[in-house]
Nanobody, 121 residues
C-alpha cells in the first residue's frame, strides 16, 4: 500500500559522505523501516533497521559510520553515511515492513526503487 522513493545516491571518493532519503506516501511511524544494499551477484545485505518501537540496529560493516533516522512529519527515512569506503559501493534501497508481536515481519511489504552509491579509491 505505502509507496517509497529513494534518492541521494551518487559518486564520491573514499572518505566522503552521502545522505540517502526515502520518502513514503504514508505515515512511516506505522511501520518498521530499514535500508538494504546489494552488489550484482551478491545477496542483499541488511545494513540498518529502525523498528517501530525500538532502537536502530546496524550491520557490523557499517556500525559507527552510518546512521539511520526518520522524520515522521515528512514521512521520510534517512541514512547518513560518513567515511565511505569502496566496499560500500552498491545499490541502496529503502524497505518498509509491518510488525507483529513487537517484531518486524519478513518479507517487506514495499521497496524503494534503489539509489546507486559508488565510492572510488
Amino acid at each position: 500500500q505505502v509507496q517509497v522513493v529513494d534518492s541521494g545516491g551518487g559518486s564520491v571518493q573514499a572518505g566522503g559522505s552521502l545522505r540517502l532519503s526515502c520518502v513514503a506516501s504514508g505515515n512511516i511511524d506505522s511501520y518498521c523501516m530499514g535500508w538494504y544494499r546489494q552488489v550484482p551477484g551478491n545477496e542483499r545485505e541488511g545494513i540498518a533497521t529502525f523498528p517501530q518501537d525500538g532502537s536502530a540496529r546496524y550491520a557490523d560493516s557499517v556500525k559507527g559510520r552510518f546512521t539511520i533516522s526518520k522524520d515522521g512529519a515528512k514521512n521520510s527515512l534517512y541514512l547518513q553515511m560518513i567515511n565511505l569506503k569502496p566496499e560500500d559501493t552498491a545499490m541502496y534501497s529503502c524497505a518498509v515492513y509491518s510488525h507483529s508481536w513487537g517484531k518486524c515481519t519478513w518479507p517487506p511489504i514495499q521497496w524503494g526503487q534503489g539509489t546507486q552509491v559508488t565510492v572510488s579509491s
